[in-house]
């Protein structure tokens, strides 16, 4: 059954819609993952049908979430490390010599 991108539209309208916007953002990018296969998408299904979460794949998916923020920070870490132009090391000021001259002379 193919969504209705009218219905959904006037659903993502509704102030009480950020939970649908979540899941649907996340989809999208899922959806343009290699990764996330055919087996990935039937166990959404299966997930959804059932309108429950079992406990222990709510915690193992919280889990499996933390350590893929954390894979995501070092990477945004990495890439800004890699496009900062590195800071130029800091000349020491030279000393200022005044030149005193002796007005008796």
């Not at 009218?6 to 950020?18: K, Q, W």
């Not at 933390?66 to 990477?75: D, H, L």
């Amino acid at each position: 059954m193919k969504p209705s991108t009218h219905e959904l539209l006037l659903a993502l309208r509704s102030p009480t819609s950020g939970w649908l916007a979540t899941l649907i953002c996340a989809l999208d990018e899922a959806l343009h993952d290699p990764d996330f296969s055919a087996h990935h998408r039937e166990l959404v299904r299966q997930l959804l049908d059932a309108s429950a979460i079992p406990a222990p794949v709510a915690a193992a998916a919280e889990e499996r979430l933390s350590r893929f923020e954390e894979q995501v920070a070092a990477a945004q870490a990495e890439l800004v490390r890699t496009l900062t132009p590195p800071m130029p090391t800091a000349q020491p000021a030279r000393p200022k010599l005044t030149l005193v001259g002796n007005a008796a002379a």
